[in-house]
């Protein structure tokens, strides 16, 4: 038989069988030296897979209210592994119906679904956002097991190399039992066992098929989708997940309809979010105080959940009430006689913004610092029988106006403190001495720097609703410092204590003396029985504060008090752009009246101590009535809007 010669007659013509074995080798050839390179080039510095069962977390901090109910748990959760033979079926096809398909037929890695998000990622590429790396449950383990969340191509070649380490090692279950056990869910919760605790407080093995589908979809996202910072988008991601299991097999039409109508509700404690800037402030309190926790803590706060509550409620509806008038932000903090904070709200929506309004922003007071100037007045011989002129004045160069443009005339301190009248105010101020002023300020609670120009009479002064708080608190108390704290006790979760506030109280200063106290007190209850903060008044009992606004209506303040508990109240815009014609006596006030309303019977709060002020001398009653005669008729149709402008740029 004649061999086949090619063409040129130096060779013969191979076959195609003999074509197809040749390329065969050579691309197998090629192909190994390729897969040699490639773990080669990114497996040198693969991390240490010996230590795959070791778990390394941050200690939990648990808070609790002042009864002992849990406000909050912040750092991480672990939960011992669960069994997957002891979950229901439902809970790990929801995962691997919406994670991973063909999870029990691929090798560690689904090629196709590689190719998909490579496609999407080179047309998407300009948009700037995530890449898509079609990662499948093994790849997502070794990622939370051994790599960085980095998103990058090199990351991406590990994680498949430890995909099929991991697939060669372990058989699907053991994968599938480790991804749901260390899995991270949001909400600090890691594993299914913890965040069904954290979610549902229940155990996992008693999740239903909604909270299953609920927990699978927190995968893709578990704070964009988690269930309070938005529950519409959680929902539909939990309804994708059950179509999937549908499209799957794994459940009937019927199946899903009845998860969809049985509504998943989440752990009350979570879903509410409580006192959320009030867990900010004190969590960064634990550390400087314990240091950095090596082991879980319980902290024991001054914190009341059902004022808490109470509080942002009544500030969300006042902030809302008064969005046309350009509302949008405000802030709420209740201390009682020895400083402990029973309510701090830090702004409207924790979840829209961490931003704490409480301690972090400093706003001018506007009127309501006016008290520090009326009883430093006090301290240094007047008396709230004083007369006074409130007329036109000038000091240096700045001419302080009231609000009305109007002037009373002839009137009393008392008078002028019920009616804000900014005339007396900076009078008295630069007759008593704008130093003494904020040395009376800082006596009493406010540490913010407190500028020495005349207009700091009319609160030309920065300062934030905790510190307006602690300052008032004297005046409720008998005149004694209370600086605001919130943590009375830190202790291991196993019991062993590590600070406690009552071992080292601090001392109880007498800052404000008599008859001052009782002379300053009783002035601040005219502004709620007939002066600018009527609109605080909560009929049966004893009330007494002071509104604030400052220039162009930028803050608007109402802090007030009864005998031992103190609230302050801002509202404002994060921006210091003015609102319309918002003053102290009406958001604020009205903001304080509604929270107040349902807190004091449950306070059973006792009148302000420090009994009334002396009867004026018995020479000086004829000219004085005479004077309040006059100042009641002039206020017959109303007391003024209090309002705070001068010609400076903002009070």
């Not at 079926?89 to 590689?114: K, L, Q, S, T």
């Not at 051994?146 to 191509?153: A, D, E, H, R």
């Not at 996992?204 to 995968?219: D, F, N, Q, Y």
């Amino acid at each position: 038989m004649a061999n086949t010669k090619s063409p040129d007659g130096d060779r013969p013509r191979r076959s195609f069988l003999q074509r197809l074995a040749y390329w065969t080798l050579v691309l197998g050839v090629w192909g190994v030296i390729f897969l040699v390179a490639f773990f080669a080039v990114f497996a040198v510095d693969l991390p240490d897979t010996s230590k795959l069962f070791e778990v390394k977390r941050q200690p939990s901090v648990s808070y609790l209210d002042r009864s002992g109910a849990l406000i909050a748990v912040r750092g991480s959760q672990y939960a011992p592994p669960v069994d997957l033979d002891k979950l229901p079926e439902h809970v790990p096809e929801a995962f691997v119906a919406i994670e991973d398909r063909w999870y029990y037929w691929h090798f560690g890695f689904n090629p196709w679904g590689i190719v998909r998000s490579q496609i999407y990622n080179m047309r998407n590429q300009d948009d700037g956002g995530p890449l898509r790396g079609g990662s499948t449950i093994t790849q997502q383990l070794a990622r939370n097991l051994f790599l960085t969340p980095n998103q990058n191509y090199r990351r991406k070649a590990q994680e498949l190399i430890l995909a099929v380490w991991l697939e060669a090692r372990f058989s699907k279950k053991q994968i599938l039992e480790l991804y749901l056990n260390r899995v991270y869910f949001g909400a600090g919760a890691y594993g299914i066992e913890a965040a069904s605790q954290r979610y549902f407080g229940k155990p996992a093995a008693e999740l239903t098929l909604g909270e299953s589908a609920l927990l699978a979809g927190l995968m893709k996202g578990p704070s964009r989708y988690s269930p309070m910072a938005s529950t519409d988008r959680a929902a539909r991601r939990a309804t994708l997940v059950l179509d999937a299991m549908q499209e799957a097999g794994f459940i009937t039409a019927q199946e899903r309809a009845e998860a969809i109508k049985n509504k998943v509700r989440v752990n009350p404690v979570l879903a509410n979010q409580r006192a959320q800037y009030f867990v900010d402030w004190v969590d960064d309190e634990v550390r400087s105080l314990v240091g950095e926790p090596t082991e879980d803590l319980v902290v024991e706060t001054t914190l009341d959940l059902p004022l808490q509550a109470g509080a942002e409620r009544a500030l969300q509806a006042g902030v809302a009430a008064a969005k046309d008038q350009g509302v949008q932000q405000g802030a709420l903090v209740s201390i009682d006689g020895e400083g402990r904070v029973r309510a701090y709200v830090g702004g409207v929506n924790y979840l829209q913004s961490q931003y704490d309004r409480a301690t972090m922003a400093k706003r001018q007071a506007g009127s309501a610092f006016k008290p520090f100037v009326y009883l430093t007045a006090m301290e240094l011989g007047r008396t709230p029988y004083t007369p006074v002129v409130d007329e036109p004045v000038k000091i240096g160069t700045w001419e302080p106006r009231n609000y009305t443009g109007q002037y009373l005339g002839p009137i009393t301190i008392s008078t002028a403190l019920a009616q804000s009248v900014n005339t007396v105010a900076a009078r008295l101020a630069n007759e008593v001495g704008t130093a003494n002023v904020a040395a009376t300020a800082r006596r009493l609670g406010i540490t913010s720097p407190i500028q020495l120009d005349p207009s700091m009479a009319l609160g030309a002064v920065e300062v934030s609703p905790l510190e307006m708080a602690q300052a008032y608190a004297p005046f409720s108390n008998g005149g004694f410092l209370a600086r605001g704290y919130g943590i009375e006790r830190i202790r291991t979760a196993s019991g062993r204590m590590l600070y406690d506030h009552g071992m080292a109280p601090p001392p109880r200063a007498q800052v404000v003396p008599q008859p001052a106290l009782a002379y300053t007190v009783d002035m601040m209850r005219g502004v709620v029985t007939h002066g600018t903060g009527t609109r605080a008044r909560v009929p049966g009992y004893d009330l007494a504060g002071k509104t604030g606004t400052t220039s162009d209506y930028r803050d608007a303040w109402f802090v007030g008090f009864t005998g031992g508990f103190v609230t302050a109240v801002w509202v404002g815009k994060d921006d210091n752009t003015p609102m319309r014609r918002v003053t102290g006596g009406n958001v604020p006030a009205g903001v304080w009246r509604d929270y107040m309303t349902a807190a004091l019977p449950r306070l059973k709060v006792a009148p302000i101590p420090g009994g009334l002020p002396p009867p004026p001398p018995e020479e000086a009653q004829g000219p004085i009535d005479q004077i309040l005669d006059g100042v009641t008729d002039f206020l017959r149709g109303g007391p003024p809007p209090e309002r705070t402008r001068t010609q400076e740029p903002v009070y």
